[in-house]
């Protein structure tokens, strides 16, 4: 019997998986003794006074797995000793006696289920199961019970129903077989079973909590094992291929690993509210030693670049072999792992990604920028998520997970999505963890419903508020105005269905907004952020201070939707003078390059000027921005922010406008050369074009396909300037599959270009 003791003992327990294929044979071996030595002792089986043992337990595991919808898990494969299971459900196992056995009258049977290191019958973590013989199951679906499916004289099918709240992870079985009436315990045979049944969450059962009613949603958020993750700005974000691969072999046996860490108690981990929480705080490495070290100031030397993970296997695999974070990550890449977990657990679950994510550090629902008297705003240097002393700031985007459950602890109706988020940016109850929060608290401005409203109403919903330096005002500054429309601008996830090939494509992508907040400026959104503010007394002083500028012009930044790599842009603004008076107007138009949680990188290119407009005059400020400037200033994700900051001086109106935008990278094109069949080479070919006017050193390739072949890194040859990258490779399908394969491609002057292409695979005829 497996007990996890300790962490250590887990790591005991499951043989590490490059010497997996030796234990396999040992256990092969093992088997066949046990065969012959049960069929020596059934030729005796008629021997009266011999007392009656189990000789073997067959478990069915593959069988069960296809009825639980836990067939994909390829531990089911690999290993002999594991089973898969989803709780709420029931399971057939076949046990054969070395005699006959009569369960109703002359023997008992007991099975001992049990789960964690102290297994108790009164917490949960423990069954005691006794065979009485019935056929029929008797007790509610909250209790474990067993039936009697088949029998025969020396053998007995049973079937044995899970709890719809059993806790979730890796259980154990032992068999204990005695006469009827033995007060002594002579006839009392123990068998410990090694057998490893893993059970999780069951999204298809009324009665759990994690209940999906949708087919395509339960395909889509549970079983399917490649997605895209949306990053970029507004409104060109483009997904990011991601193998989740949630059915490795790896990523089960981690899990129950990443629950011991996070020393969720094993009764609790029936519970997804808990279990759900406790991901969001051990994926980061903050507070336990999570899975993921975060960076984001460009430095990736002693680890490997966010921007180099294409999926979670080989960043769960490294954790569990060296149980050290892994470096490095960032949201996208927390909540993608995040993603892997959960439905390998059976959570429903998705990634979201929020463009215009805004950062509110002091709990005033709003972004709140400063001027001085000049109009020059204040600036800090940050490059990573909260920092000493950080002030509010809008990233670009922002990526978080979505996961489906019940909230029995809310009232009616806030049960459905919920927002975990496993970046480290502000602590909740002390660690670094986030959620879960309920769409529907976030949509009312509940601020007061467990867990962590506020902050996460804020990312989707804050208004940007600008203030300047004014000695009079109590607290030094005046309130100049304020932006309602910046934040939030756009929350996306994958749509139900295949994963297209490319990043840009929106046939595969779905705007999920109106799930977060009412549609924008609307009465109802507003009435949702001053629902909110009145529980929060920084949030009251931003929201009762009325705006302090005269705005009689009016001023627009174009926004620059599209810039492939490559190729000049501008800064556009517009001022009209819409009073009587003529208005004198200072401007400084500036872009630079920045990360993408909105800290500035380099400044690329600034202009300076003053503009007299007469009554009803409109002029255009243009500030145009080359190739050559701005392409050796770019880090990583290639973003760009431009900002207008004009004063009116016969007024003192200040005005801020700003865009941010991606530069565009090609997609990286994957075809299919061969038919795809079993046992027979699959021809895979991966191109793009280099769009840039200077070769591509040390590339690279990582082919990534779930079912088809694991992480794979491929050294490449230089890419010629404005020339082709074309590489073609041969993989070798073992099973009928539909898949989907993904390369990424780095090199040290363009990264990160991805593509995909789905596959179905079949046997070949005859």
């Known amino acids: 019997m497996v007990f996890l003791d300790s962490v250590g003992d887990f790591f005991e327990s499951l043989a590490d998986r490059f010497r997996r294929d030796n234990d396999e044979l040992r256990r092969e071996d093992k088997e066949n003794d046990l065969i012959n030595e049960a069929n020596e002792i059934a030729n005796d089986a008629t021997d009266a006074s011999q007392p009656a043992k189990i000789l073997s337990v067959d478990f069915r595991a593959k069988e069960n797995a296809a009825n639980h919808h836990c067939e994909k898990y390829e531990l089911l494969e690999r290993r002999k000793d594991v089973s898969v299971l989803r709780r709420g459900g029931t399971f057939l196992i076949t046990l054969t006696f070395n005699k006959n056995v009569d369960l109703k009258k002359q023997h008992q049977l007991k099975i001992y289920m049990s789960f964690g290191p102290r297994p108790n019958t009164q917490n949960g973590t423990q069954a005691v199961l006794t065979v009485s013989g019935k056929t029929m199951f008797d007790k509610n679906h909250e209790i474990w019970d067993v039936r009697v499916d088949e ?73 399917n094992d490649v997605g895209k993750v949306w990053i970029g700005s507004y409104p060109t974000a483009r997904g990011r291929h991601w193998v989740f691969g949630q059915f490795d072999d790896a990523v089960l046996p981690a899990c129950v690993l990443l629950m011991e860490k996070a020393k969720v108690a094993p009764e609790n981990r029936g519970d997804p509210i808990r279990v759900s929480r406790a991901i969001s705080r051990i994926v980061n490495s903050n507070d336990d030693n999570g899975v993921i070290m975060g960076r984001w100031d460009g430095n990736y030397e002693d680890g490997s670049a966010p921007t180099k993970w294409t999926g979670s296997i080989a960043i769960l695999e490294q954790y569990i072999s060296t149980q050290k974070p892994v470096k490095y990550g960032q949201c996208w890449v927390f909540a993608a792992v995040v993603n892997t977990v959960c439905r390998a657990l059976g959570l429903p679950a998705r990634v979201v990604t929020n463009l215009n994510s805004a950062h509110d550090t002091n709990g005033s629902l709003t972004i709140d920028e400063y001027f001085d008297k000049d109009g020059e705003e204040y600036r800090y240097n940050s490059t990573g998520p909260n920092p000493e002393g950080e002030r509010d700031s809008i990233w670009n985007f922002h990526v978080w997970n979505d996961v489906w459950m019940a909230r029995p602890d809310l009232p009616d ?108 400026g609307s009465r109802a959104e507003r009435l949702t952020l001053y629902t909110a503010a009145r529980r929060s007394r920084a949030a009251r002083h931003a929201f009762r201070l009325p705006s302090e500028a005269i705005e009689d012009v009016e001023f627009n930044i174009k926004d620059v939707e599209r810039v492939p790599i490559g190729e000049d842009f501008a800064i556009t603004v517009t001022m009209k003078n819409v009073g009587d008076a003529n208005r004198t107007v200072t401007s400084l138009l500036t872009a630079s390059s920045t990360y993408y949680t909105g800290a500035k990188a380099y400044p690329i290119t600034r202009a300076e000027g003053e503009f007299v407009l007469k009554p009803n005059e409109t002029k255009t400020l243009t500030l145009p921005v080359k190739y050559k400037d701005y392409y050796p200033l770019l880090v990583e994700h290639a973003m760009i922010k431009l900002v207008a900051i004009c004063n009116v001086k016969e007024t003192s109106f200040s005005w801020v406008g700003e865009d941010k935008f991606q530069v565009i990278k090609p997609d990286m094109r994957i075809e299919v050369t061969t038919e795809a069949l079993v046992d027979k080479p699959l021809g895979v070919r991966f191109f793009f074009t280099n769009p840039l006017a200077t070769t591509l050193t040390k590339c690279s390739l990582v082919v990534d396909a779930p079912g088809l072949v694991r992480p794979k890194t491929i050294p490449l040859g230089n890419v010629p300037a404005k020339g082709k990258m074309e590489y073609e490779m041969k993989l070798y399908p073992k099973k009928e599959n539909s898949c989907t394969i993904v390369g990424t491609f780095n090199s040290t002057e363009l990264r990160d270009l991805t593509g995909s292409v789905n596959v179905d695979i079949f046997s070949p005829e005859g």
């Open 413 to 520: 109706g806030y049960g459905g999505w919920q927002v975990i988020d496993a970046t480290p940016q502000e602590t909740s109850d002390g660690v670094y963890q986030c959620g879960p929060a309920s769409h529907e608290a976030i949509r009312q401005g509940q601020m007061h419903f467990k867990y962590d409203v506020p902050f996460v109403l804020a990312e989707v919903n804050a208004d940007v508020v600008h203030w300047q330096v004014d000695d009079g005002a109590p607290d030094g500054f005046k309130k100049l105005s304020s932006n309602q429309f910046h934040v939030g601008k756009q929350v996306l996830t994958k749509a139900i269905g295949n994963v297209e090939s490319g990043g840009f494509n929106k046939n595969d992508r779905e705007d999920i907004t109106q799930e977060y907040k009412p549609s924008e």
């Open 151 to 223: 029998k025969a004289p020396t053998s007995a099918t049973l079937e044995i129903q899970i709890p719809t709240e059993a806790p979730v992870g890796l259980w154990s079985t032992a068999f204990e077989l005695s006469d009827r009436g033995d007060k002594d315990g002579a006839s009392r045979h123990l068998m410990r079973s090694e057998q490893m049944t893993y059970i999780l969450f069951n999204p298809w059962n009324k009665r759990d909590y994690t209940y999906l009613a949708d087919d395509a949603k339960r395909e889509e958020y549970i079983l």
